[in-house]
């Protein structure tokens, strides 16, 4: 700074990174009596002398600062590794639930014979006791016919 210049005793603090009761103390070691109000002014001289003096301490907020760039660094790039292996897991699930989805063809299934099973264990009907049966139903039919004929011929006489 040039030494007719005056600056705010806040911004220097901010850029050598002190506070304002350790600064306010310096000076007075050093012979300059300031008001201890962040909104002073200060001169060229005064500046300086404070620059020599904690020049390591603005030193060290620049390589805190440097410090703090390259782990946010660090941690975007681990978001972003953390990220890409999230994403490679949800397609491998979805691939997953893709196969647990597929269709299978219904079964049809085929009759080849027929078992009876009520008359398992029974012999097999007759035939003759078949035609006995077929002889009755026959007579029954016919008798049907027979009483029909007969009032049929008392109706007309």
Known sequence: MSEGKTTRLNKVLRELNISLDRAVEYLADKGHEIESRPTTK???DVYQVLL???????SKKAASKEVGVEKRKEKEAIRAELEAKQEVKRAEDVKKEEVLR???KKLE??????????NIGKAAPKKEVVKEEVVK???SHNKLILKKIAKLQAKLK
Do not use: P, R, Y
Request: glycine content about 12%; charged content about 35%; overall charge negative.
């Open 42 to 44: 200060i001169s060229g």
């Open 52 to 58: 020599d003096g904690f020049q390591t301490d603005a």
């Open 102 to 104: 597929a269709k299978a």
């Open 109 to 118: 299934l085929k009759t080849v014979g027929k078992i009876d099973i009520d």
């Open 137 to 139: 139903k026959e007579s």
